[in-house]
């Protein structure tokens, strides 16, 4: 019986044990299949990043002035090496030899990497060698064939012209990603996106030929094309060094526009550094410690820096007296040194005083005098109306990093005597931008345009043709002052620069020039008021006169080489300068590279017969690549949609191209016509709703995006 029931006991535990095991293999198989199978792939599969090529940044004209070149890195893996030692029997310094030879690198160096306790007392598993080496090193590190020796690539920002045009394009970190100018402003646009590659590995983790499970390809990024021309950027550039030496200043800067569209041709600024290797010139900027060194390396002072704009102000003033009628050209104007306000008295810079004068008269001898009339005439709520149309004190919205909106005193704060100064360039503070795009109103007859440094974002499709992916539109505001008075104001700037100058005599007859330069001094930040040996001497020029292609703002901070004045300082810069943009406005190269390309949104020809789409495609001003001969259009490349150059090639039906048929391209509509805007949407079978009339000022889609055919697209226009 005892037997029997112990028997019994048995087979319940057994089979208590059994099903026990059954529910557990159940629950493994049912419900952590997946997890145990991700763990188990783990073993055997290996994931690893391929990194998307960063988009190149180049001048108007195509060259290249931000690419990325491939460089490598070694990383340790310090246990599998230390394994690959015990099971080579190999002597570790044998090891350690070997990479220092190969790698350029000390014994000491290489030990220190190979230490798995590094200099901070912590554990480590793994430790970078070396980086950013040419692939010659990196094959003889290879040739080692040392297990746990990680060798990768790691691209690297390569700026080919050095110093050049340094502050605008900044710089990029360690991961290739935008620091500060054009890298970070459109870093989103340059950086791509990375794909990745799922392979099988052996037990040593060493990827197996031929057993690739899945692959991402990378998205690489958009080129950025620059307003920038390469050619006035280098003549600027020695401009400015040679003010910089000769002046022996803190700093100079200098801006080239085109006034009419908000081109920036030109942006420099010295002194400057390598982005290459920037971390190696920060010693040479002021500062107290390292980082504000760095900082004032990196900072644009032509965007970033503010200060009081002296003379060069003097335009703004005279432009409202003009526009609003409260002075004309033979009015007349007495100085005689200053001007009382209670006790105090405030000079002109020509403390003799310069008698009596007509309108013209006080803008070329610089007449604080004649400007504290002006401002008196006009009254603080007037001319802080127009300091509000030339949106002094705002942002320009320029599309580069740090940019500074001044301080402009309020008409409730403003006394007699800020009045006064705020009329001849005191008081009020700008940025050089800022004052780039006042000026430019002047030029251009009236119309405040948002300066911009993009000109447009690109990619090449696979056939090798150019994609327009966007362009930049400025913000262009209404005339703020009429052409009259801008034609006036131009003519005076002429006699302007002209007197006493020599300018006119230097450029000859046919070169209308028209200026303003300006002295100001510098507000002392410890002991507050004017500094007396701290001033900044700069110009405003545009030319030519009747019709202004190019304007120019050149700014000279703390000239220490004997005077200090604008005309003497920042003159013989600006001749420097304009003699070398005279001739090249005057050649073909200028002419080719100013000459308007236009642009064609590629029709849509799939479903299309072949001869169908030759004669589209020949009355849209494209060329033709036809891959597989046969009677319709399967595919085609780049999509249609897509924004191209005249004669840019479209290639149909190419074997080892897909895509899908419903799918298209969204254009970029803003700043076409209504009819311009809908012929482009019907013929790509885009839906659509129009808001107000005018040009096309916003989409609801944004161009480039690939989108379904029948997408139903709301435009805004004004």
């Known amino acids: 019986m005892y037997s029997r029931e112990r028997a019994l006991y048995s087979s319940i535990i057994i089979c208590i044990i059994f099903l026990a095991l059954i529910g557990r293999l159940t629950y493994i198989m049912i419900y952590k299949n997946k997890e145990y199978k991700h763990m188990a792939q783990g073993q055997w599969n290996s994931q690893v990043t391929v990194e998307a090529d960063r988009g190149d940044i180049k001048d108007r004209s195509g060259s290249i002035l931000a690419t990325s070149i491939d460089v490598y890195r070694v990383d340790l893996d310090l246990k599998a090496i230390d394994t690959y030692i015990t099971d080579e029997e190999i002597a570790k310094d044998k ?29 480590v598993k793994t430790s970078t060698l070396i980086t950013g080496i040419e692939k010659e090193v990196a094959d003889k590190i290879k040739a080692l064939d040392i297990y746990g020796v990680i060798i990768s690539i790691n691209p690297k920002r390569y700026y080919p ?68 021309d390469e050619n006035i950027q280098l003549m600027a550039e020695k401009a400015a060094e040679k003010g910089f030496e000769d002046n022996k200043a803190k700093e100079v800067s200098i801006i080239v526009m085109n006034p009419n569209n908000g081109e920036i041709l030109a942006m420099v600024n010295k002194p400057d550094f390598n982005p290459n290797n920037p971390y190696e010139e920060y010693e040479k900027f002021d500062g107290e410690n390292d980082f504000e ?53 405030i000079k002109c810079w020509n403390t003799a005083g310069h008698g009596t004068q007509t309108l013209p008269q006080i803008l070329q001898n610089s007449c604080n005098v004649g400007f504290m009339e002006l401002g008196s005439r006009l009254g603080s709520a007037k001319l802080r109306e127009y300091i509000d149309k030339f949106e002094f004190g705002k942002l320009t919205k ?13 008409v409730s704060d403003m006394s007699e005597m800020d009045l006064a100064t705020i009329s001849f360039g005191q008081t009020n503070t700008v940025s050089s931008i800022q004052l780039m795009r006042a000026f430019n109103a002047i030029a251009n007859g009236g119309t405040l345009i948002q300066p911009h440094m993009m000109k447009e974002i690109s990619h090449e499709a696979s056939n090798g043709t150019k994609v327009i992916d966007e362009q930049f539109n400025p913000i262009i505001e209404k005339s703020i002052i ?46 507050g008021g004017y500094s007396a040996d701290k001033y900044i001497a700069s110009v405003v020029a545009l030319y030519p006169v009747e019709n202004p292609q190019v304007t120019i703002f050149i700014k000279v901070e703390d000239p220490s080489a004997g005077n200090y004045y604008g005309g003497p300082v920042t003159t013989p810069i600006l001749k420097s300068l304009l003699s070398e943009i005279f001739t090249y406005m005057d050649s073909q190269v200028y002419t080719e590279r100013y000459s308007y390309k236009n642009k064609v949104v590629v029709p849509e020809l799939r479903g299309k017969s072949v001869n169908e789409a030759k004669k589209i495609l020949e009355n849209s001003k494209l060329n033709i690549d036809i891959g597989k001969d046969t009677s319709k259009v399967t595919n085609m490349e780049p999509y249609p949609g897509s924004l191209v150059e005249e004669n840019a090639v479209i290639s149909l039906n190419v074997d080892d191209y897909k895509n ?57 226009l004004k």
């Open 95 to 123: 090891v350690v030899e070997s990479l220092a030879t190969a790698s350029g690198l000390t014994i000491d160096e290489v030990n220190k990497k190979l230490n798995p306790i590094n200099e901070e007392g912590i554990e």
């Open 161 to 228: 012209n050095n110093n050049f045009l340094a502050h605008v394009l900044g710089g990029v970190n360690s991961d290739n990603v935008g620091l500060n100018g054009v890298e970070l402003e459109y870093n989103a646009q340059l950086k791509g996106l990375a794909g990745y590659k799922i392979a099988e590995v052996d037990g040593s983790l060493k990827e197996l030929p031929f057993q690739t499970i899945k692959y991402a390809s990378p998205v690489n990024g958009n080129d950025v094309t620059l307003t920038i």
């Open 293 to 345: 060194k760095l900082q004032n390396m990196f900072r644009n002072s032509a965007i970033s820096n503010n200060f009081e704009p002296g003379s060069t102000f003097k335009n703004i003033t005279m432009a409202a007296a003009i526009e609003e009628g409260v002075a004309h050209e033979n009015d007349t104007f007495y100085c005689d040194g200053g001007v009382k306000f209670g006790s105090t008295t």
């Open 660 to 716: 899908d048929i419903d799918k298209l391209i969204m254009p970029d509509l803003k700043g076409k016509t209504l009819e311009e805007a809908t012929n482009i949407l019907n013929s790509l079978e885009i839906t659509y709703k129009t808001n107000g009339s005018g040009v096309v000022e916003s989409q609801d889609v944004i161009a480039g995006k690939l989108i379904e055919k029948g997408t139903k697209v709301k435009l805004d």
């Open 398 to 410: 320029i599309d580069l990093p740090g940019e500074s909106e001044g301080i402009i005193k309020s």
């Open 482 to 527: 009429s052409e009259a008075t801008t034609a006036t104001l131009r003519d005076y700037l002429e006699r302007t620069i002209n007197q006493g100058q020599e300018i006119g005599a230097f450029m000859g007859k046919d070169r209308r020039v028209g200026g303003k330069t300006g002295t100001a001094q510098k507000v002392d930040p410890i002991l």
